[in-house]
């Protein structure tokens, strides 16, 4: 039985804690809801974005798309994350500044 939950989102989604860390995998995603307090987990938009990333897991396709929003909305809610060039940009700073 194939293991959806490693699926990669079309794009991986920045966190918004300014760690650098993405949510590449839908199983990253189930972790770092999971890793929530149970306060956070229990707020409308986390419970959204909880029930269609389990549709995505179910390898509903579509479902991948509404996931990814699901968990961009409930970690910066109206604010647009960072662009995938602003990442980009990031990423290469920071390999030239660390020699890496």
């Not at 939950?5 to 189930?30: C, E, H, M, Y």
């Not at 809801?33 to 409308?44: C, F, K």
């Not at 699901?70 to 109206?78: C, K, M, P, Q, T």
């Amino acid at each position: 039985m194939y293991d959806y939950w490693n699926n990669k989102f079309d794009w991986p989604i920045p966190l918004s804690d300014g760690s650098g860390r993405q949510l590449v995998t839908l199983r990253d995603a189930d972790n770092y809801i999971a890793s929530l307090p149970e306060r956070d987990q229990n707020e409308p938009q986390w419970q959204l974005a909880k029930a269609d990333l389990l549709r995505a897991a179910a390898e509903i396709e579509a479902w991948h798309w509404f996931a990814r929003s699901r968990i961009v909305n409930a970690l910066y809610g109206v604010t647009e994350p960072p662009t995938v060039k602003e990442t980009i940009n990031c990423d290469v700073s920071l390999r030239l500044a660390f020699g890496l």
